[in-house]
Structures are given as structure tokens and as C-alpha cells.
């Protein structure tokens, strides 16, 4: 498998596949690879010809008293296991290659980012869109795929190539779970072994709030206050946020209606370590009996 580290040689190779008529899938990442990753891979691989995986830990993402300098990295590993997994190219440029001195560009994402994610973590998706449309315009993919897992980045890298034209087809994936329900994530190592094991919470959590709603419950906030409880079984948590909204647009109506397709989102502090899980839900058509 091959590693290219400069964007010319990326756009050169590109331009070189599509003259060929190859379609070029991408699956942008941070490194410290899991199985979550790999689904993405493999998922590429399917729906492409040829899989470039970025491996990028973007400074520009993370806030100032985030976890930029200890985010795992491992390069050899992620390697091999992208290479299992079929992908055919890394892309890894350096700080430097995508952040030259002088660079002064910023992407500004408005309204799906007030909220959640982008309310706690102020930049971080100005960050993300940045550092993916840069990455779009070094791998020139036909396809790009994301995780449901970061369910908000999905909505805001889909705005950001409706609202600046990128001829990229985004495909979303599912998220991957470890045995217990907690989301595979590479942040999941930071944990301490009890907290490890209290972490599925945020999983039961979201089964809770499915649960209600598919037993007939439409009151966003009782919704709410059902995956609150959950969380707060386990002592250790602090929670920043734990809601339901509309999945197309975050919009939080106070009930909600049949039909609706509803996103549950939780974020939370198990000790240090920041977790974030979702799930989607349709609000039953029928208004089901509560037993
Ligand atoms: P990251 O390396 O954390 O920036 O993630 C790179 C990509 O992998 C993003 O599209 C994530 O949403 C996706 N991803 C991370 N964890 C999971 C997971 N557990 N299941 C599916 N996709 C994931």
C-alpha cells in the first residue's frame, strides 16, 4: 500500500486515476485506527475503485485545552490494519504540508453548528470543514465516508459540499460497538479499566430514550430526562448534553410528531475522558398504548 505525504502528489495521482475513469473513495480520519475505521474502509471498498484513507490529526479541530498532544498516535499500526482491511493509498501529509506559515483561510459553518457539538466546543467544526475541504481538494474523491458515530460532523460536512459545491457524494455508516454498546472510539484508550466498564452507559442510555419512543412517548424533554437517569446511575459521569432533536436539522420541537426521524445525542465527561454516542429513531406512525 502506498503513502504519499505532499497534496501535489495526491492531486497528481488523483487527476491520474480519474483520467482512467477510476472512482476514488475517501475516508478521512484522525489515525489509531479500530474497527469503526476499518467498517469505513471496507464500506469504501465497495462502493469505489481505488480507497485513499487520510490519517491527519488536525490541530484546528481541537480546542485549547484539548487533547491535540495526547491523541494516540501509532502510524505502523494503522498501516497494517488499513492495508488488511483494503485500502490501496494513505494520505498522511504533516502540519506543515497543510498548514503552511502564512496560512490564512478559515471555513465558518453557520447554524447546524450553534448547537451540541459545536456549542461545547467552540471552532472545533470550523476546524473540521476546513481540514476536510482541503483534504477533499487533495484526494479529488467521487466518494467520501463518514461515521454516523460524529452524527453532527455528518450534517456539517454535507452542508459544507452542498454550500461550496464539492462533487463528492458523502455515504454515512453505522456505527461500530464494542460488545457491551459503547462506540468504538480511538479516544476510548484514555479510560481507566473501571471507568471502561461503566462507559456503555451512554449506549443503555440511548436504548432507554429508543425504547420510550417506540413505546409512544413524543415529549422531547421527558425523553431527555429518561436517557438523564440513565446517565446518572453511574456517579462518575458529567453530563454535557443528553437530547433528543429532529435528525434533519437539530431543531428541538417541544413534542414530536409520527414520522419524525429523531437523532438522540449524548456527550459526557467519565472522568476526564469526553464520550460522544447517537442514535436515530423514528417517532411511530401509530400512537402506541403505555403498558
Ligand atoms: P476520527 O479518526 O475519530 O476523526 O474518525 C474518522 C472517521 O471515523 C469519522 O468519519 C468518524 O465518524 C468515524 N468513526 C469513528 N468511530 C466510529 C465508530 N465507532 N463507528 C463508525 N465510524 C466511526
Redesign the pocket.
Known sequence: MEIIRTIKEMQNLSKKLSSKGVVIGC???????????L??IRKAKEISDFVVMTLFVNPKQFGPNEDFERYPRDFDRDYKLAENAGCDLIFAPDIIEMYPIGFSTSVEIQNITSKFEGERRPGHFDGVALVVAKLFNAVKPDIA??????YQ??QVIKQLVRDLNFDVKIVV?????EADGL?????NTYLTPELREKANVLFNALEDGIKAIEGGCRERKVINAIMHKRLRTVPEIKIDYACAALAENLDEPDVFLAGDHVVLLIACYLGTTRLIDNALVTIPKTNVSKK
Open positions: 475516508v478521512p480520519t484522525m489515525g489509531y485506527l479500530h474497527e469503526g475505521h467498517n469505513l465516508v463518514f461515521g454516523q458515530k460524529d460532523q455528518t455508516a453505522p456505527t461500530v460497538r462506540a468504538m472510539s480511538s479516544r
